[in-house]
């Protein structure tokens, strides 16, 4: 097994100065993304989606993925308001909205007509 982990690279014998590189540039990428984040959002739209990241972290992942995207395609021209970000959440609701259904079924009974 541990033969196939090394042939495939997923083993955990990284050089150090490899995993150094991909920890920065990760660290990079991600400073990079929370800059562009503080220039498409206002302060207001920063906390409420700073709050929504400590409930459901991957939610505003997705979120902040979407306001991005759309960013960089220069479908948004103004800062985001915090009353935008919430008419964005509320579209991506209900379009990741999972309906519950629930089904009852009993046994039949000894007692139960036929």
Do not use: F, Y
């Not at 014998?13 to 990760?26: G, I, S």
């Amino acid at each position: 097994m541990q033969e196939l982990m090394a042939q495939r690279g997923t083993g955990s014998r990284q050089n150090p100065d490899q995993q150094k590189a991909q920890d920065e540039a990760k660290r990079e990428a991600e400073e990079q993304r929370q800059l562009m984040l503080t220039q498409i959002l206002t302060s207001e739209a920063r906390a409420r989606l700073a709050r929504i990241a400590l409930v459901k972290p991957d939610k505003a992942r997705g979120v902040e993925d979407v306001i991005l995207r759309a960013a960089q395609s220069g479908q948004i021209v103004e800062k985001v308001s915090e009353e935008r970000l919430i008419s964005l959440l509320e579209q991506i609701n209900t379009q990741t909205a999972k309906e519950t259904k629930v089904t009852i079924k009993r046994r039949p009974s000894v007692l139960d007509d036929e």
